[in-house]
């Protein structure tokens, strides 16, 4: 997600200390483990500690923020019972459907829907996915669905694969990186989650500035937060869920909110991802 405006800073601040209290106190107790994937890891470290001091205010005890550089990474720690929820992607959280349960969903711009975007050098004028054959190609994790999943399901419709399309291809590991790595050059394409590009065009407009949307995909389920099933009744996944769909009610919930550009969040459901689980479903049987 991308670094909150400096206004957002001065208001995560204020919200720690709102937060802060009441988690004093629950710094006797054992700590609740949640996972954010490299989308979180671009955030600021106010936002950070903000949001880490709400749901310990939220839950009565402390919480952990754990951090890692691949949403592989962060979905394993999750799948062996290393975290008590994480803020996931729906390509992974559809391949563990039947291990993992969704918490809570996120709403954006009133609802729990995002999309992938291409994008590309605005000198290229490409208007489409056909204008970037044999263009460099920025991803963002082999595990994110709007930031590889998407494009790798475009390109299989016309028989093609990343490989045999683009000039070349890496994984930046970041929806920001594969922004930055296209303004500057780097790249001269991108796979993106919209959600986040929307956001860094409010406050990192000199970036997204340097970059065309050439597409945006149907409407997807929003990265969800997700438990394993085996704890879905514990009081940690509880705790949890209560905490995020509370979020929207309190100073310090609203101020986070707010810096994430986001309304709140929801109860999700499997049904959100249909479209992710079918191309992904689609691509295992064209391999």
């Known amino acids: 997600m991308a ?6 800073r001065r208001a995560v601040l204020a919200a720690v200390a709102l937060a802060g209290p009441r ?3 629950a710094t006797s107790l054992a700590p609740v ?7 979180f890891l671009e ?3 106010a936002l950070l500690r903000a949001l880490s001091s709400q749901m310990a205010a939220a839950l009565g005890t402390p919480v952990e923020l754990v951090k890692r550089r ?5 979905v394993a720690l999750l799948l062996t019972g290393q975290l008590d929820a994480a803020w996931i992607c729906g390509f992974p959280y559809v391949r563990h459907a039947d291990r993992l349960s969704v918490l809570a969903v996120p709403v954006h ?6 999309q992938s975007y291409l994008i590309a050098d605005p000198s290229l004028r490409a208007r489409s996915l056909a204008d970037l054959r044999g263009r460099s190609h920025a991803f963002s994790d082999p595990d994110s669905n709007s930031g590889c999943l998407t ?10 694969s990343p490989a045999t399309f683009f000039g070349a291809t890496f994984f930046a ?22 959600y986040v590009w929307e956001t860094m065009a409010e406050t990192e407009p000199g970036l997204t500035s340097t970059t065309d949307v050439v597409a945006r995909s149907a409407w997807q389920g929003f990265p969800p937060v997700c438990c394993l099933t085996v704890s879905r009744q514990g009081a940690a996944a509880r705790g949890i869920e209560a905490a995020l769909l509370a979020m929207a009610g309190s100073p310090a919930g609203t101020e986070i909110l707010r810096a994430l550009r986001l309304d709140g969040f929801m109860p999700g459901s499997p049904g959100l991802y249909d479209g992710i689980r079918a191309m992904s479903q689609d691509l295992e049987s064209r391999a």
């Open 3 to 8: 670094p909150a405006c400096p206004a957002g």
């Open 23 to 25: 988690r004093a106190r």
């Open 33 to 39: 483990r949640f996972g954010l994937t490299p989308v």
């Open 43 to 45: 955030s600021d470290l």
């Open 70 to 74: 691949t949403y592989q990474e962060v």
């Open 109 to 114: 711009r009133g609802r729990p829907l995002y």
């Open 151 to 160: 494009t790798r399901w475009l390109l299989a419709g016309e028989h093609q």
């Open 173 to 194: 590991y970041g929806h920001r990186n594969v922004v930055r790595a296209v303004s500057s050059g780097l790249a001269e394409s991108g796979s993106v989650d919209g």
